[in-house]
């Protein structure tokens, strides 16, 4: 009957929607509402981290910078709804990045980058950087950078949905994927029949307006998991919305997070770490003005 309600799009025993909230924190001089990970949801297939910045006023002087750091076993994701912002990397790509473009950098077995909005327009600043952890079938392979500018955008009535990586409603993403898995911006209002893949789960970060499903509402900077098993949602989307669609195929490997690096133990981690730290040439180095960001002590070492 709820399914019937809803547009007859559900299939199978849909779960719930649950919402969570972002934790605010600060990144490179900018407030973020950090929506994974949170307790009680670590994951989203393959998503494992999503920090929204913005929106913020910034000037030339007093803007977005993240001097040079490390990561491992994972993707970034920069996708950005106003302003601009250069990317330098440790294999020596330097790449402005605007609105409706994506930087998809991996890192595998490692790689440096920096970030810096300095010298861009005043204006608003606000988009989101994710991660993708990657698979053990290529988590220790070559790190690499990717600029797409060409993602294929479908109508759906009253909204817009931007297919930043993977496939949705037929249109593939020319972006890299290490794991079957999906991201979509949806920019719009109304209601919209969407179609998922049954086998993926879900969720939808809220980034302006807000979002409906089943009857949960959830605003900016709350994330809304929807779960796996829906083949199609009807999705409320008021007036002017920005929200995203995430998907995957669930990540059955165990991960371990800490600062930026994702691996599967703690001694992976601490080794990154020493490899940073002492400039032990597995990260490279990032040709940028910014101070290098020295990796802390980890809680568990003494
Ligand atoms: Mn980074």
């Not at 950090?34 to 006023?57: K, M, N, Q, S, Y």
């Not at 595998?108 to 980058?113: P, R, T, Y």
């Not at 991660?131 to 909204?159: I, K, M, N, Y």
């Not at 029949?193 to 009857?215: C, K, M, Q, T, Y």
Request: with cysteine; hydrophobic share 40%; glycine share 12%.
């Amino acid at each position: 009957m709820e399914a019937a309600h809803h547009g007859g799009s559900t299939e199978g025993p849909a779960v719930t929607p649950t919402i969570t909230d972002s934790h605010v924190t600060e990144v490179g001089g900018l407030l973020v509402h950090r929506a994974l990970p949170r307790h009680g949801r670590r994951t989203v297939g393959a998503w494992c981290f999503l920090d929204r910045f913005g929106p913020e006023d910034v000037t030339p002087q007093r803007t977005m910078t993240v001097g040079p750091h490390p990561h491992t076993g994972l993707h970034t994701v920069t996708w950005l709804l106003s302003g601009s912002v250069v990317h330098t990397d440790s294999l020596g790509n330097e790449q402005s990045i605007r609105p409706g473009q994506l930087n998809l950098m991996t890192s595998g077995q490692g790689i440096a980058h920096a970030e810096d909005g300095r010298g861009q327009p005043s204006g608003v600043v606000d988009g989101v950087q994710l991660w993708l952890a990657q698979p053990e079938g290529t988590r220790h392979g070559h790190p690499s950078f990717a600029h797409h500018e060409d993602l294929p955008a479908v109508g759906l009535s009253g909204a817009t949905a931007t297919v930043v990586i993977g496939e949705f409603a037929g249109a593939p993403s020319p972006a890299r994927v290490d794991w079957p898995l999906l991201g979509v911006d949806l920019a719009g209002g109304g209601i919209l029949d969407i179609p998922l893949e049954s086998s993926f789960e879900h969720a939808i970060a809220v980034l302006h307006g807000n979002a409906r499903l089943d009857g949960s509402l959830a605003s900016p900077n709350q994330l809304m998991y929807i779960g796996a098993g829906r083949a199609g949602m009807r999705l409320e989307l008021a007036e002017d919305s920005r929200v995203l669609l995430l998907g995957g195929q669930p990540f059955t490997e165990q991960i371990v997070m800490w600062w930026n690096f994702v691996a599967r133990s703690r001694s992976e981690i601490e080794a990154a770490r020493a490899q940073w730290n002492e400039d032990g040439g597995r990260f490279g180095s990032v040709p940028s003005t910014l101070d290098k960001i020295e990796a802390p002590r980890p809680f568990w070492l003494p």
